[in-house]
């Protein structure tokens, strides 16, 4: 009888966690990329089905892994995006914002896209004069097309992690 006592308790603190998570509804969350793509299956390899740009606001409907389901209402599929493209900070693109906290900064936004603005580039090679940039630059030019992409898979024999195309 003492355990049952116990784990009673126990079963009402997980009833009640759950019911409290269900109640708070979906979670939303901002696109902190400059563009964030939402794929087919939890996957860099998987189809990108739509691009979604710094500041857009996306429901996580559930996680594996590394990877959020997502849905934007109205104008994209559920699909997923690498967890580390969105964030729970709501992102405000405007200057003079009501909730200033909330507004992204400048070098927020500068690094939205995990990489430099012209500013930051021009500060950041006066410090390290030393670095050659023309490589990365070079590679920052390369686009691979959705098309590329897929055949390099199929002349490998690849499939995204899970089987999920």
Known sequence: MSRLKMFLP???VVG????IALAAGPTLMSV???EGQVRSGPSFLSTVLARLAYGDRV????????WSK???AGKVPQGWMHSSAITSKKIVMK???QNVEQAASSDEIALAGKGFNADVEREFKAKRK??????IDQMEKIVVSQAQMQEFMEAGSLSPEGGVQ
């Open 16 to 19: 009640m966690t759950a019911l």
């Open 70 to 72: 997502v849905r934007l």
């Open 59 to 66: 429901e996580v409907l559930g996680k594996q892994g590394a």
């Open 32 to 34: 902190q990329v400059k």
């Open 95 to 97: 200057a003079g914002a």
């Open 130 to 135: 030393d670095v050659n940039y023309a490589w």
């Open 10 to 12: 126990a079963v009402l």
